[in-house]
């Protein structure tokens, strides 16, 4: 007689996974920053998932990597400065397959904006001409420079303005 019947699974592969949050691209002044991604099936079930970040498209070095039990389909991204980083993740499954990577993604964190450094007037400067013209360095910022904020007060605590104007992030002069 035929013994009894057993089966067997052969599983030589695991999926590729898809990731889904943040957009690429996306610029946040947020930080630690989430990633998100697609729960993928796979015939054993899935053990985990390794998530990559890194300041280069090509991951030649990471700044965080981390490794999520594979009921979870996000992780908290921490310790990044102000600069681009790119992420990817890739699944594993139980019988410890390793999926391809993602597609990679890339996102720019910019919590702060530099300090200006004013050029003209010279402080102690005196003029009897008006209006009176102020310059200042431009400033780089890893998302641009939106804006400037130009204020005047006869106070050095500011503590009321008697001129404020905002001008565009192309400029590095206004007149007050």
């Given amino acids: 007689a035929n013994s009894t019947t057993r089966g067997f699974i052969v599983d030589t592969i695991a999926g590729q ?3 889904t949050l943040p957009a690429d691209g996306h610029e946040t002044t ?4 989430g990633v998100q991604w697609s729960a993928i099936t ?3 079930g899935m053990d985990s998932y390794v998530v990559e970040i890194s ?11 981390d ?20 992420w990817r993740v890739r699944a ?9 990577n993602s597609t990679a993604r890339g996102f720019v964190v910019d919590t702060i904006a530099g300090q200006v450094t004013v050029l003209l007037p010279a402080s102690g400067h005196e ?3 008006v209006p009176v013209g102020v310059q200042w360095s431009a400033l780089t910022d890893s998302t641009g420079i939106d804006s400037y904020v130009v204020e005047a007060s006869k106070s050095s605590a500011f503590t009321s303005l ?5 001008v565009a992030g192309s400029r590095t002069s206004d007149t007050i």
Wanted: hydrophobic content about 40%.
């Fill in 92 to 100: 594993v499954d139980h019988l410890r397959n390793t999926g391809a």
């Fill in 42 to 44: 796979d015939s054993t």
């Fill in 17 to 19: 996974v898809t990731a």
């Fill in 162 to 166: 008697v001129f404020a104007d905002t």
């Fill in 30 to 33: 947020a930080a630690p920053v």
């Fill in 67 to 86: 490794t999520v039990a594979g009921s979870r389909t996000s992780d908290t991204i921490t310790g990044l400065a102000n600069d681009t980083y790119f």
């Fill in 55 to 65: 300041r280069s498209s090509a991951f030649t070095s990471l700044v965080f990597a």
């Fill in 127 to 129: 003029t009897t001409v």
